[in-house]
C-alpha cells in the first residue's frame, strides 16, 4: 500500500514544545504555499494511494472550502484512498467544517487536546478550552465521521499523576475510536529546551515518565482500547492504517516543506525552507531534498525498530522473506541480551517488546539501528 502524507505548516500561535516545519499563519503566504503543493501534486502520473494524511502545523488552520479543494487535486493523483485523516485544533472548528469535510471525503480526524487540565493546556500554549473539546467531538459525531481520535500528552511540567488520571478519564467519557498519548519530548531550538536549560527540576525525569505511561496503558486497556503501538490506542477496526503503514515499513509520499517520502528503498526528505519550497515547486524545478538509500543491515535495522514499536512485534518468517535476514541468528546477541534483561520475548514467530520493553522501546530500538 502506498501512504500520502501532506504537510500543511501554518499555525496561528506557535506551541512552545513543537519542534515541526511550521509557520505563523499568514494570509497569503499561505495561499501561495497552497499552489505550490498543487503544483508538487501535478507534477507527476497519477499512483492509487491507500491512505492520505494532513498534518502540520496545524491543517485547519486553512477554511474547510480550501481543504476540499485540496483533496480534490490530491484525488485526481493519488486516487482510491480509503482513509483520509486530517489534523485539528478544537479552538479553529466552524460551523459546518465537518459536513464538508465528510463531503471531501475525510474519514478519520485527529484533535490535538493534550489535556484535559485548564493549567496543563496554558503551559502547553494551546489556546482551546475544555468545552471546547466537547463541542467539536460532538459536531465530528453528528456530521458522521466515522472514526475520532484524541491526541494526550504525558510528562507536561506541572502535570501529576492524579491530573493525568483525570485526563485520560475525561478522554474516555468521550468515546473517541482512538487515543494516542504521548510522552513529551523536548526538542533543541524550542522555548522548552531554554527552559529545562533553566530549571530542569520543572520536567519529568525516565522514572516519573514512565510512572504516567504505565497509567495511560492500564486505564485505556481497561476502557477497551486495545495497544497497537507503544502511544496508540484503539477500539477494535479504528486502527489508523496511515500509521501502520509506517510501522511496517510501508512505502509513502510527503507532500509540502518538511515532508519525508520513502520509495524503492529510498528516503528523501523536503527542504524545511518554506521560501525554497515554494519557489522551487512554482517553478517547476526540483524541489530541494536530502536523500538515501537504505540498503543491507541499515535497511533491516530501520524495518526492526519500526516493527517493535508494534504490539506485534516483527514477524520473523515474513522478515526473512522480505529482507533475506535471519533476525534470530543475525542479530543475536542484541536479542539475547535484551531477552536476558526481560525486554524482548519470543511469542510463536515474533519477537517483540514486553510490556517492561516498551517503556525503554528508544533503547532497544537503537540497539537494532547501530548494530554492525
Known amino acids: 500500500m502506498l501512504g500520502v502524507y501532506v504537510h500543511l505548516p501554518f499555525c496561528p500561535y506557535l506551541c512552545p514544545y513543537c519542534d515541526f516545519a511550521k509557520w505563523p499563519l499568514r494570509e497569503s503566504m499561505a495561499r501561495r504555499y ?3 503543493l498543487f503544483a508538487e501534486i501535478e507534477r507527476d502520473r497519477s499512483v492509487p494511494a491507500a491512505t492520505v494524511y494532513l498534518g502540520g502545523g496545524t491543517p485547519n488552520a486553512y477554511d474547510a472550502a480550501t481543504i476540499a479543494e485540496l483533496l480534490a487535486h490530491l484525488d485526481r493523483r493519488f486516487p482510491g484512498a480509503g482513509e483520509i485523516s486530517i489534523e485539528l485544533n478544537p479552538e479553529l472548528v466552524r460551523d459546518g467544517d465537518f ?7 475525510i474519514t478519520r ?9 485548564p493549567t496543563e493546556i496554558r503551559t502547553l500554549g494551546r489556546k482551546h478550552t475544555v468545552a471546547q473539546i466537547g463541542s467539536v467531538v460532538a459536531q465530528a459525531r453528528a456530521a458522521g465521521l466515522s472514526s475520532l481520535s484524541l491526541d494526550l500528552m504525558f510528562a ?5 499523576p492524579a491530573s493525568w488520571h483525570r485526563t485520560l478519564r475525561a478522554a474516555i467519557a468521550l468515546e473517541p475510536d482512538h487515543i494516542s498519548a504521548y510522552g513529551l519530548t523536548v526538542e533543541e531550538g524550542t522555548p522548552y529546551f531554554a527552559w529545562r536549560a533553566r530549571e530542569p527540576q520543572a520536567f519529568f525525569d525516565d522514572e516519573r515518565e514512565g510512572e504516567l505511561y504505565a497509567i495511560a496503558i492500564e486505564q485505556l486497556q481497561s476502557a477497551g482500547y486495545e495497544q497497537y503501538e507503544i502511544s496508540n490506542f484503539a477500539r477494535p477496526g479504528h486502527r489508523c492504517a496511515h500509521n501502520v503503514n509506517y510501522w511496517e515499513n510501508g512505502e509513502y509520499v510527503g507532500l509540502g516543506v518538511g515532508a519525508a517520502s520513502f520509495r524503492g528503498g529510498v528516503r528523501s526528505v523536503h527542504t524545511r525552507s518554506l521560501e525554497r519550497y515554494v519557489s522551487a515547486s512554482l517553478d517547476g524545478g526540483p524541489i530541494p531534498s536530502e536523500a538515501e538509500r537504505l540498503e543491507g543491515r541499515q535497511r533491516a535495522g530501520e524495518a526492526i525498530m519500526l516493527a517493535l514499536r508494534t504490539t506485534q512485534g516483527v514477524s520473523l518468517r515474513a522478515f526473512k522473506e522480505r529482507y533475506g535476514i535471519d533476525v534470530m541468528t543475525d542479530y543475536a546477541p542484541i536479542v539475547a541480551r535484551f531477552a536476558d534483561t526481560g525486554l524482548l520475548e519470543r511469542i510463536g514467530d515474533s519477537v517483540r517488546l ?3 520493553g516498551r517503556f525503554l522501546a528508544n533503547d532497544v530500538c537503537g540497539a537494532f539501528i547501530t548494530f554492525e
Do not use: H, K
Open 34 to 36: 497552497l499552489d505550490a
Open 99 to 105: 459536513a464538508t469535510y465528510r463531503a471531501a471525503g
Open 109 to 117: 480526524v485527529s484533535i490535538g487536546v493534550q489535556s484535559f487540565e
Open 156 to 160: 507536561v511540567p506541572g502535570q501529576t
Open 354 to 356: 514486553t510490556r517492561r
